[in-house]
């Protein structure tokens, strides 16, 4: 569609430059210094040509064209005029410029050259008022470049301001997107994670409610077993693998306290990386002898999981601590 826009804009810029120039060529009377006349068409149509057709993978005009389009505001209205006698300075053939000057002004505004536009529509109001006067200048097609100009400008700043818009909106569509995606993995891991916990807590709940209560002691340790694992799966869902949940397994047979929070550690991470943290985690606690193990995947911007491990009789003292393990958030 750009390109389709662009193509379209380029070849009116070209069919108009050719329109003034074959204007300028049309003279009704010989002019003093054909030669000048001649020059200021090749001048204007090399700048014109460089203006719209310079740089084609770029919207904003290169700096050599759009100093060659300002050169050339100033010369051809010079040549012209000195062309030719001051009485035929207003004749039809004669005024191309002014029309021609302004559609180049016109481009380097659409080009992203705004100051030189608007510096070369002053040259030309400067150059038409010197050599045939303020009034005959806007008589003869000042008024016409001036619009041009203008309305070049309006537009440019509405469609810039347009693809800005666009753009915005695009970007909010695709957050939107991204949370929408987002919702629907949580919702499919909680789904996950309950079918998990039913797997583990169904078979406990049906026999407890068979046996009235009334349990062996291997019944008891799977019912707080299964117990724990719901808990680690609400609490710290994010941690969990098939290793991590069976070394907290074989650390409560062992008879150890396991505690397990998440707080959003692993918030950020990408997925290859949480995979490798799961795996030292759950090397940390095979290798644990603590009775009391505490797991908390805190938000902290060096590490990910943080595994402290305390003795039997340990209270709150530091001296209880006999483990303490940090995984990082980025490997080492």
């Known amino acids: 569609m750009r390109r389709s826009v662009r193509s379209i804009t380029t070849s009116l810029a070209l069919g108009f430059a050719l329109y003034f120039a074959a204007r300028a060529i049309g003279w009704t ?46 010369l051809v209205p010079t040549l012209v005029s000195l062309a030719l006698e001051p009485s035929l300075r207003g004749a039809p053939f004669a005024t191309w410029y002014i029309g021609a000057t302004g559609l180049l002004a016109v481009v380097c505004i659409v080009r992203r050259r705004p100051l030189f536009g608007w510096a070369m529509l002053i040259i030309l109001i400067v150059a038409t008022s010197a050599f045939m006067g303020i009034g005959e200048a806007f008589t003869l097609g000042l008024v016409g470049s001036i619009t041009w100009v203008l309305v070049a400008q309006l537009l440019v700043l509405f469609w810039d301001r347009a693809v800005r818009d666009t753009e915005r909106l695009a970007d909010i569509q695709r957050a939107v997107s991204a949370w929408h995606a987002t919702q629907l993995v949580r919702q499919r891991e909680r789904r996950v994670r309950a079918q998990r916990a039913l797997a583990v807590a169904g078979p406990v709940l049906s026999r407890t409610v068979a046996a009235r209560g009334e349990l062996s002691e291997e019944e008891r ?32 047979r062992a008879g150890a306290t396991v505690t397990v929070f998440d707080e959003g550690g692993l918030d950020g991470i990408d997925e290859a990386r949480i995979e490798e943290i799961r795996a030292e985690l759950a090397g940390v606690l095979a290798r644990a002898h603590s009775n009391r193990l505490i797991i908390r995947a805190g938000r902290d911007e060096t590490n990910a999981v943080t595994v402290v491990g305390r003795t039997a009789g340990g209270a709150a003292d530091d001296d209880a601590v006999e483990l303490w393990h940090e995984i990082r958030r980025v490997a080492d």
């Open 29 to 74: 009377v010989q002019p003093e210094a054909p030669l000048l006349i001649v020059a200021a068409i090749a001048l204007y149509l090399a700048a014109t040509l460089t203006a719209v057709v310079g740089a084609p993978q770029q919207v904003r005009m290169p700096m050599g064209p759009a100093v060659l389009a300002l050169v050339s505001s100033a």
């Open 221 to 252: 340790l799977q019912a707080r077993l299964a117990e724990g694992t719901l808990r680690d799966e609400l609490r710290g869902g994010s941690l969990m693998s098939e290793a991590v949940r069976e070394a907290i397994t074989e650390a409560r």
